[in-house]
């Protein structure tokens, strides 16, 4: 193989392990979202959406006063379309999702 194709071979070998990278990054970023069909969130009565929360389930819950972004495990900034829950070993949570750990923030 002469200098040139060795080159080029090389450029295309480098810009495919990119392509590939930057997918499984995509990837892994799905994964790591909380979802309401996950097996242990369910049974937290995890929602991504606090109005979605069973009310006959969980009568304590308040839709207007709790959520993800105002928990105390949840570590998002505001503005974030999702965040970091520390509950679920800091997987992301939407900042509008609740679960029955819920903890308030400190005033
Ligand atoms: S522990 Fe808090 S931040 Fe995490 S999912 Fe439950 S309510 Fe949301």
Partial sequence: ????????????KVIAGAGV??????AGAEEEKVTEADP????MGFKLDTKNVD????????AATQQCSK???YSG????????CSFYG?????PNGWCRNFKALKA
Avoid: I, T
């Fill in 21 to 26: 990278m930057a997918a499984a990054a995509q």
């Fill in 71 to 73: 928990c105390q495990l």
């Fill in 40 to 43: 242990y969130a369910k049974s």
């Fill in 55 to 62: 009310a006959a389930r969980y009568p304590r819950h308040d």
């Fill in 1 to 12: 193989m002469n200098p040139n194709e060795n080159r080029r071979s090389f450029v295309l």
């Fill in 90 to 94: 800091g997987r992301f949570v939407s």
């Fill in 77 to 84: 900034k505001p503005g974030d379309a999702w965040g970091p």
